[in-house]
């Protein structure tokens, strides 16, 4: 039950309480608003996701307790509170109160309380410290309830109830001030594209009028990897693409998406959508970030209203259909390699098979990880989560699953296509003195064309 | 009128009309709720197909998940089809659906039936063991779930208290029986049982939006 | 035949002989479940004792019990247990009529005060005052009253005396009630049965001669060595039970093969009586091996428990309007519930934006 305080708050017998200067905060609040504004507010977001499909996974639950075996979180600490379905407790309780087909009896004999401050708050380190929506639940759940859509629409009660993880509702913020969570503004963008172009001798296309194939970039990648901006301009240009990349709009990032506002995802997400239309893109390239993909590719069309006049692809999609129809040649690159499947582009997003497609066109052995493809384990920085310092020891700890993947399979190179995992593998590494470092399949190819 | 006329009789009755008002209550209930286009272009196309594949899929779990969940599939398998067993092969349960929908098979020799029924009833109570001590299932669980386990595990005992004429008399045995399953009936639409008939949407959203989405689960 | 001579003379004086009487004892012995002993023990006291005075009144019934009990090729066990009592009043066979009939009746109530066995068929009637059953001006209620008073034991015999039975059953225009619910101060055994095997009742005035007492009875008031079994435990087609082989129609392979009929609807499962231990006419044959479903007529209320033909564990009640209403409303609630949740719904989302 949740009421019982040894789950809630369970002892530690372990930790040195002595050198503990100050408790551990476990929630942070963004504004000013008093508790009843927030659940008011929580509510009325809640109140929106409750169609009909939400609807028949929120009664569907039968308790049974899988999905906890599914989850990195659950699977490396043992604790029952990071059960995913757990996860979902207050927004299950706001259904089956508020909009439910027994909502008026569970309201008017108080069946199910009204959802409390308190909880929502005891709640904020469940639903984002501890949940990268990877979507393992969803695999294992033998009902078949999609749990990784019901946190993310959780989320979007927190946010409007001020109940975020201050980092990541900071980064989101920011990218929705300034259009990048890590300030890649469009000034320091085009300072970066200039220096990259003169540095690499690679000819970077800026706003191009008109364009086929509009590129967009994550701000990782632009802070933090900006080779990958010229692996980009190298693939595209020997291509011969009509490519650019545009100051109003290239940042492929959603932050509004991952701390739960739908307005600043919308936001977001319209930038590069009105830029792709400006230019009469056919094509919009999304770079190696995996929630990128879930916010274009899949939730795109919908922010937009209506389908959009352009194709959607991830850039090892892109990279697969240009191999295999020829115009793009590679040689043959290290000898093997591992690939970690980006939880919203492979399990999430379904394109697992285009990377595998490159890389045996690299003629390289690839070593699956066990499990790999749709059954992958999480980096554990999705989500927003590696954004989270508060959460980076549980970060710590599930990306043990992770490393020991990785090392079981002898490959020499480690491979993915998200900036974002390959961050929290830079991290992970660091932490960790590991002796793998994370490589990007898009700068592989572009290390190995044939020109 | 005695207990077994009443069970057999207005029990039955308005046991079975709450059944039907409670599952047609609940479904539109959740049904007609609010729904959104899609507009994203699928990778694929077959949302059906891939609708009915996760359906039945999903019954199984994939490789990776297997060594963790084994003992609570075991057992759950074990009620289920051990249920199934009695309740669609035992000839007067049979007969009783017959009645009801006009439906009917050969049932099977009632020695198959009562070694279901036992094996049911144990693993219905290693499945309550694990629920009562496993911290995430004990974390998970309500009312709801005692109170289901209660209104399934009933009908198995009173079942074999019945076949085997043990602590009371025949027809009254048989009276408890058909009763406790009126109010598994009764109970039936407004608690988790209703995941028999949810299973299919649930797993079927799922099935079409892998399917949509180009992912192969 | 003196009403004085003792059971065995009586019987010597028709030219039964001992050895047949021995037989009948031995028998009765059995039929009790008694051991092989006490059949000596029956003959002897049986042989010693006077003819008992028998009072037998008829009120709703069919003649059915009478029927069984007496329709039989002499010299049966029926036949030799009427011929130790003294009936003296029955009238289904009496030969006096009308004002000599009754009587004979209050003559031998006069004369056997406080001991004779007062036996009942058919159920009473108790609506309008009685109205519906009257002889000679006095209602069945009032004449089984009055001659419950002098009785030392009440015989209900067949279900409608035992249990209401037909008369009884829906809508049951008379108020017809069984015996025990008029005579509440006398013991009443009830050999129930539509009608009762003979040899059961028989059986049970045997004891009552024989040991003064009446028999150890089950719930119902029905003695348990006859009806403590069903007569599904006792069935000699019960292993096609347990093996699930089953008769679908009365003219399938199955019922040609003697196969199980429980599907045809037989109630032999919650039917307690000795039809498949005892049997009929001389342990011929019972309605299960004649190929007929059991139809429960030794149970209360058996003519209100739905179809013969419909098997046990199915519903008695028809009529599947009620569900259909239940899916109406069930529906009709379920799209009110889902229309007041996306009203709120909306109002949210307007509280949301302002």
Not at chain 3, 228 to 254: L, M, Q, S, V, W
């Amino acid at each position: 039950m949740s009421t019982d305080i040894d789950a809630v708050h369970p002892l530690d017998t372990s930790g040195a309480r002595l050198s503990i200067k100050k408790p551990v905060q476990r929630f942070d609040r963004q504004g000013d608003l008093s508790d009843r504004e927030r659940t008011e507010a929580a509510m009325r977001a809640f109140m929106h996701e409750f169609g009909a499909v939400t609807a028949t996974y929120l009664e569907s639950c039968i308790h049974c307790g899988m999905c906890a075996e599914a989850c990195q979180y659950y699977v490396q600490t043992g604790d029952p509170r990071y059960t995913p379905v757990h996860k979902l407790e207050p927004f299950k309780q706001a259904y089956k109160r508020e909009a439910g087909p027994f909502a008026l009896f569970y309201r008017m004999f108080n069946l199910k309380p009204r959802v409390s401050a308190d909880e929502l708050q005891n709640w904020q380190e469940l639903l984002y410290d501890s949940c990268t929506m990877c979507g393992r639940c969803t695999l294992i759940c033998p009902m078949g309830i999609d749990i990784a859509r019901l946190v993310g629409q959780a989320r979007h009660g927190m946010f409007q109830a001020g109940l975020v993880p201050h980092e990541l509702w900071a980064v989101a913020e920011r990218a929705e001030r300034e259009g990048s969570p890590l300030g890649a503004t469009p000034a320091v963008f085009k300072d970066r594209i200039a220096w990259l172009s003169d540095e690499h001798g690679v000819e970077i296309p800026v706003d191009r009028d008109q364009a086929d194939v509009l590129v967009s970039m994550s701000s990782i990648e632009i802070m933090k990897y900006p080779q990958a901006i010229v692996a980009t301009a190298k693939v595209l240009n020997a291509l011969n693409e009509k490519w650019t990349i545009r100051l109003d709009g290239y940042e492929a990032t959603n932050f509004g998406m991952l701390s739960g506002n739908v307005q600043w995802q919308k936001d977001l997400s319209m930038k590069l959508i009105n830029a792709a239309v400006k230019c009469g893109a056919k094509l919009l390239i999304l770079p190696e970030c995996g929630h990128a993909y879930g916010a274009m590719r899949w939730d795109g069309a919908n922010v937009y209203g209506k389908p959009l006049p352009f194709e959607v692809l991830h850039i090892s999609e892109y990279l697969a259909r240009s191999i295999a129809g020829g115009r793009l040649r590679v040689k043959k690159a290290a000898a093997s390699v591992t690939f970690h499947d980006p939880c919203q582009i492979s399990r999430r997003g379904g394109a697992t098979q285009a990377p595998r497609d490159v890389l045996a066109a690299l003629g390289v052995e690839l070593r699956e990880m066990v499990p790999s493809r749709m059954g992958s384990w999480c980096c554990g920085g999705g989500g927003g989560v590696v954004t989270i310092h508060r959460a980076d020891d549980l970060r710590y700890r599930v990306f043990e699953i992770k490393m020991k993947q990785v090392d079981d399979t002898g490959a020499e190179m480690l491979v993915m296509s998200c900036s974002n995992c390959r961050q929290t593998f830079d991290d992970g590494q660091a932490h960790f003195k590991w002796d793998k470092t994370a490589h990007s399949l898009l700068e592989l190819v572009a290390d190995n064309l044939v020109q | 009128m005695n207990l077994l006329d009443f069970a057999r009789g207005a029990a039955m009755k308005w046991s079975l009309a709450v059944f039907v008002f409670g599952i047609f209550w609940r479904l539109t209930g959740i049904l007609l709720l609010h729904r959104t286009h899609d507009y994203s272009v699928p990778r694929a196309h077959g949302a059906l197909l891939g609708a009915l594949r996760t359906i039945i899929a999903r019954s199984w779990p994939r490789r990776e998940f297997r060594a963790r969940t084994a003992y609570g599939l075991a057992v759950s398998y074990a009620f289920h089809i051990g249920l199934a067993i009695v309740v669609f092969g035992f000839v007067p349960h049979i007969l009783l659906i017959r009645s009801l929908t006009g439906l009917g098979w050969n049932g099977l020799p009632d020695g198959v039936i009562y070694f279901c029924a036992v094996v049911t009833l144990i693993a219905l109570i290693m499945a309550l063991i694990r629920r009562v001590t496993h911290p995430v299932l004990k974390l998970l669980s309500n009312f709801d779930d005692y109170f289901s386990w209660v209104v399934t595990a009933a009908p198995v005992v009173t079942g074999l208290l019945t076949v085997a004429h043990y602590g009371a008399r025949y027809e009254t045995l048989l009276a408890l029986h058909i009763l406790s399953f009126e109010v598994l009936l009764v109970w039936f639409p407004f608690g988790k049982l209703m995941h028999g008939l949810l299973l299919p949407v649930a797993r079927g959203q799922t099935g079409a939006f892998y399917a949509r989405r180009g992912v192969n689960p | 035949m003196s009403k004085d001579d003792s059971i065995e003379v009586s019987l010597r004086k028709q030219g039964i002989s001992r050895r047949a009487f021995m037989k009948f004892c031995a028998a009765t012995a059995s039929l009790l479940a008694l051991p092989p002993a006490m059949a000596a023990v029956i003959a002897e006291t049986l042989g010693r004792a006077r003819r008992p005075s028998v009072i037998y009144l008829s009120y709703q019934e069919c003649t059915g019990c009478g029927e069984s009990l007496t329709r039989s090729f002499s010299p049966t066990l029926e036949n030799l247990m009427f011929n130790v009592m003294s009936l003296d009043y029955y009238e289904t066979l009496q030969a006096a009529a009308g004002t000599a009939a009754e009587a004979a009746r209050h003559t031998a109530m006069k004369e056997n005060w406080g001991k004779y066995l007062l036996v009942v068929d058919g159920a009473i009637p108790r609506g309008h005052d009685g109205a519906y059953c009257t002889i000679a001006g006095e209602s069945a209620v009032d004449i089984l009253t009055g001659a419950a008073k002098g009785a030392a034991a009440v015989i209900s015999v067949g279900t409608c005396a035992a249990f209401g039975g037909i008369p009884h059953a829906s809508p049951d225009p008379t108020g017809a009630v069984p015996v025990s619910q008029v005579i509440k101060d006398k013991p009443v055994i009830n050999i129930s049965g539509c009608p009762p095997v003979p040899e059961v009742i028989t059986g049970v005035l045997a004891h009552y001669l024989t040991f003064g007492s009446i028999p150890e009875l089950d719930h119902l008031g029905r003695p348990k060595v006859f009806y403590g079994d069903t007569i599904h435990d006792r069935c000699y087609r019960r292993p096609y039970y347990d093996a699930g082989k089953f008769a679908k129609t009365f003219d399938d392979e199955g019922a040609r093969n003697g196969w199980c009929l429980f599907e045809l609807g037989c109630k032999g499962p919650i039917t307690y009586n000795a039809c498949a231990t005892v049997k009929w006419n001389q342990g011929t044959s019972y309605p299960i091996q004649s190929g007929h479903g059991c139809l429960g007529c030794s149970e209360p209320d058996f003519w209100d428990k739905g179809s013969f033909y419909q098997a046990l564990s199915t519903g008695t009640w028809s009529g599947g309007t009620v569900l259909g209403a239940a899916v109406v409303a069930g529906a009709a609630i379920g799209v009110g519930a889902a229309v007041v949740s996306r009203r709120r719904q909306a109002r949210a989302d307007r509280k949301k934006q302002p």
